[in-house]
């Protein structure tokens, strides 16, 4: 089946650190990947995605890259700030057949920005 | 604006009690879903709609149940016999013309039963 893996959490940081969240998935087929950004309370927002190998997502600072060779798309951020605590989410999606769009997501990691 | 409205934010019952969340989009989305968020887990797939009148069960689908009358809605009913129905729920709907793929999600209906 499909699975992502996310390292472990939570991670704290002091504002202005580089971030690194680690996201390895095994899927059947050849998947779209995401990243999605829950802030407290609130629902999942789209952060960033890649479609295809070698594609890479970017938005408000972060980026990660679709490495086929190694199942990997790992979240990178150069210089954190504590508006981006959080907790983040990787996932996965099969086009067609019988995934339904489903999306497969990772356990989370809770980004804590210290100032 | 467009987007997915879920409410109430929070909602208490007793156990032994049904109680329904709402869902609503105005993004002329086709397909429709629901998850649920435990605490220090992801989120897992209760049921999908990707049209008008059919839905299909996702991972969890035991002891809930769904409809699907108009494109925009997309109702949850946790029945009694959710062994474990405290939990955050999440909404999301998607484009079904294969362009993409992202979900987009509602902020959520926080449940708590005692």
């Known amino acids: 089946g499909n699975s992502v893996t996310q390292m472990e959490g939570p991670v704290t940081l002091s504002e202005e650190a580089f971030l690194t969240i680690n996201c390895t998935y095994t899927?059947?087929?050849?998947?779209?990947l995401f990243w999605y950004v829950q802030y407290p309370g609130e629902g999942l927002q789209l952060l960033l995605k890649a479609t295809k190998a070698d594609d890479k997502g970017s938005n408000k600072g972060f980026e990660a890259t679709y490495r086929k060779e190694t199942t990997s798309f790992h979240l990178e951020k150069g210089s954190v700030q504590v508006s981006d605590s959080a907790v983040y989410f990787c996932?996965?999606?099969?086009?067609?057949?019988?995934?339904?769009?489903?999306?497969?997501f990772g356990q989370g990691t809770i980004l804590t920005v210290h100032p | 604006d467009g987007g997915i409205t879920q409410s109430p934010k929070y909602l208490f019952r007793k156990e032994g009690q049904n109680v329904t969340l709402s869902c609503e989009q105005n993004?002329?989305?086709?397909?429709m879903y629901w998850y649920r968020q435990d605490p220090g887990q992801g989120l897992r797939l209760i049921y999908y709609?990707?049209?008008?009148?059919?839905?299909q069960k996702g991972d969890i689908a035991e002891g809930y149940s769904v409809s699907r009358e108009k494109k925009e809605s997309f109702p949850l009913t946790v029945t009694s016999a959710q062994k474990n129905p405290t939990a955050f729920y999440l909404c999301a709907s998607r484009m079904q013309d294969g362009s993409s793929y992202e979900q987009y999600f509602g902020p959520g209906t926080r449940l708590t039963v005692t």
């Open positions: 996932a996965l999606t099969l086009a067609g057949g019988t995934s339904y769009g489903k999306l497969t």
């Open positions: 709609s990707q049209i008008v009148n059919d839905f």
């Open positions: 993004l002329n989305h086709d397909a």
């Open positions: 899927a059947t087929g050849y998947p779209s």
